[in-house]
C-alpha cells in the first residue's frame, strides 16, 4: 500500500535556505536539477520508479542517476523551444526510448501523469511564446519566464501576455519553490540591488546562494526580485523619482522592464 505524505505547511526558505533538501525527500514526487552548459539549468522529476526529463541538457549526468535510482525515464518534455534547452532532447530520447511530450500537446493537455501523480501544466507566453511552466504541489519548474531574482527577456514581444503570465504565478502559494531554466542570481543580484539599494533581503538571499542548488521560494521573489514588485512602494517611489510610468500595476511592470 502507498502511503502519500501530505505537507501543508511550507518552510520558509528565507529563514532556512538549507532546509528544502530534506523536505523534498519526504515527497512522493521529487526533483532532481541539473546543471550545464554555461549556467542551463534542467531537471527530472520523479516518483520511486518514473522520470520525466525537463530541459534535458545534461544528458549523460541524467541517465547516470536515473540508472542510479533505478528510474526509467518514460517521458522528455522542454519549458521553450529555445536551442540551449532543447539541445539534449534528440540524444536524450535515442538512449532512453522515452516518448517526447511537445509544448503544443502539454498545453492542450494541461497536465502529465507520472505514476499516480499529476504535474501540472500551465501556459505562460512571454519569454517565447510557447513557454510552459511544470507545478506540482510545492514546486514550479520555470524555464525562463521566471528566475530566481529576475526574469526572462520579453523575446516574443508580446508584453501583456508576459505581464498576465507573471501575474497567474504570483497566484501561486508563496512556498512554490520556483526552479528555473538557469542560474542567473548573482547577476540578477546585482541589477536588483542597483534598482532597490535598501533592501537588506538582496545581500542574505546572495548569501544563501549555492551554485550546486539553485531555487528560490515564491516568498523569496516577492522580497527581492524587482521585476515582480511593480507594486511594492519602494520600488513605485523609485520609479517616480525617475519620471517612469508608474499609474498602473502593467505601467509599472513595463518601466522596471526598461532597467531589465
Ligand atoms: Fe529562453
Known amino acids: ?5 501530505k505537507i501543508d505547511v511550507f518552510p520558509d526558505l528565507f529563514s532556512d535556505i538549507n532546509s528544502y533538501p530534506l523536505y523534498n525527500l519526504l515527497l512522493i514526487m521529487r ?8 549556467n542551463n539549468l534542467g531537471y527530472l522529476v520523479y516518483s520511486p520508479q518514473t522520470a520525466v526529463a525537463v530541459d ?42 522515452a516518448e517526447y511530450l511537445s509544448n503544443l500537446k502539454l498545453r492542450k493537455e494541461q497536465s502529465l501523469t507520472v505514476d499516480d501523480e499529476v504535474i501540472k501544466i500551465y501556459h505562460t507566453p512571454g519569454h517565447t ?24 527577456n520579453c523575446y516574443s514581444g508580446d508584453m501583456e501576455s508576459y505581464f498576465k503570465s507573471l501575474k497567474f504565478i504570483l497566484t501561486l502559494p508563496p512556498g512554490t519553490i520556483i526552479y528555473p531554466g538557469h542560474d542567473l ?4 543580484m546585482g541589477i536588483a ?11 542574505l538571499f546572495l548569501k544563501n546562494y549555492d551554485p550546486n542548488h539553485i ?3 515564491l516568498k523569496d521573489e516577492l522580497r527581492i526580485n524587482p521585476f515582480i514588485r511593480f507594486n511594492d512602494p519602494h520600488l513605485i517611489e ?4 525617475r519620471d517612469l510610468p508608474a499609474a498602473t500595476e502593467f505601467e509599472r511592470w513595463k518601466s522596471l522592464m526598461t532597467m531589465h
Open 185 to 188: 542570481i548573482k547577476y540578477s
Open 31 to 38: 526533483i532532481k536539477q541539473f546543471r550545464y552548459s554555461q
Open 238 to 241: 523609485m520609479l517616480k523619482d
Open 1 to 5: 500500500m502507498k502511503i502519500k505524505l
Open 129 to 152: 511564446m510557447d513557454s510552459i511552466v511544470f507545478h506540482h504541489e510545492n514546486f514550479l519548474i520555470s524555464g525562463d519566464t521566471l528566475f530566481n531574482g529576475t526574469i526572462g
Open 215 to 217: 531555487f528560490s521560494s
Open 56 to 97: 534535458g541538457g545534461a544528458v549523460d549526468d541524467i541517465i547516470t542517476f536515473a540508472d542510479r535510482n533505478s528510474l526509467k525515464i518514460k517521458y522528455i518534455a522542454n519549458t521553450h523551444n529555445h536551442y540551449d534547452h532543447m539541445e539534449g532532447t534528440e540524444s536524450l530520447l535515442k538512449k532512453t526510448g
Open 193 to 203: 540591488a542597483n534598482m532597490d539599494p535598501d533592501n537588506e533581503r538582496i545581500e
